[in-house]
């Protein structure tokens, strides 16, 4: 089983959808989540950061973390087109080391 | 900021051949990282350095593969020799040592013929 696991799709949705991606994990000793965007062609990019639990917005963004139950959720409010893209998420155990582990991606597509 | 540069953007090359690929990380990051992505493997950490120092390499494949970092504006990945298992897009990744997500170079996008 790996540590973090995650659908790889892929999700198409209408434009303007709201969109619910999902990652679930093994290890409890993570502590910081994050989600990167990756555009065909293109390196990720760090597109939400969060600590232990609780809900983060940020415009039509929210991550989610529920440590109880080790899941993680990126939202997606008033889905565009150009939002379409592969959604991994990423965790780590604490500042010590920086070694982030992947999920392996959810391939969204938005279509007009 | 520049951001995370790395070369050549795509290399093909015959089985057999060296290859080195180039990472230039952002200035005052103290951590860089050599990932390899592949369908049907996704993001693997191949070597993780800390103030230019390897810190972990135990995601590199085998011998074939080394990594160097001689100072902290620079690092090589090489594969000698190749294979065309080794085709894929390589990312350089560097960070602040407070670990605060990394940022990405655009990829190195490798083919072995």
């Known amino acids: 089983q790996k540590e973090v696991e995650q659908d790889p799709g892929p999700l198409s949705v209408p434009e303007g959808a709201i969109v619910s991606l999902n990652c679930t994990y093994s290890?409890?000793?993570?502590?910081?989540f994050m989600w990167y965007r990756q555009y065909s062609r293109k390196g990720p990019e760090l597109l939400m950061y969060?600590?232990?639990?609780g809900n983060k917005e940020d415009g039509r963004f929210t991550a989610q973390v529920d440590k109880s139950s080790k899941y993680i959720s990126l939202f997606i409010r008033d889905s565009q087109p150009s939002d379409s893209a592969t959604y991994l998420c990423?965790?780590?155990?604490?500042?010590?080391?920086?070694?982030?582990?992947f999920g392996g991606g959810t391939r969204l597509m938005v279509k007009p | 900021d520049a951001g995370v540069i790395q070369s050549p953007r795509h290399e093909v090359t015959e089985m057999g051949q060296e290859v080195t690929l180039r990472c230039k990380p952002i200035?005052?990051?103290?951590?860089l990282f050599w990932y390899r992505q592949t369908m049907m493997r996704g993001l693997e950490l191949l070597i993780y350095?800390?103030?230019?120092?390897?810190?972990?390499d135990s995601g590199m494949p085998e011998d074939r593969f080394s990594a160097k970092m001689p100072n902290a504006s620079f690092s090589t990945l090489k594969i000698q020799p190749s294979e065309p298992r080794d085709s894929a897009v390589y990312f350089c990744a560097s960070t602040q040592e407070t670990g605060y997500g990394y940022t990405f170079g655009s990829g190195t996008r490798l083919t072995v013929v």
């Open positions: 290890n409890s000793a993570f502590q910081y």
């Open positions: 350095f800390n103030n230019n120092v390897p810190i972990d």
């Open positions: 990423a965790m780590i155990y604490n500042n010590a080391g920086n070694m982030l582990t």
């Open positions: 969060t600590y232990s639990s």
């Open positions: 200035s005052g990051h103290n951590s």
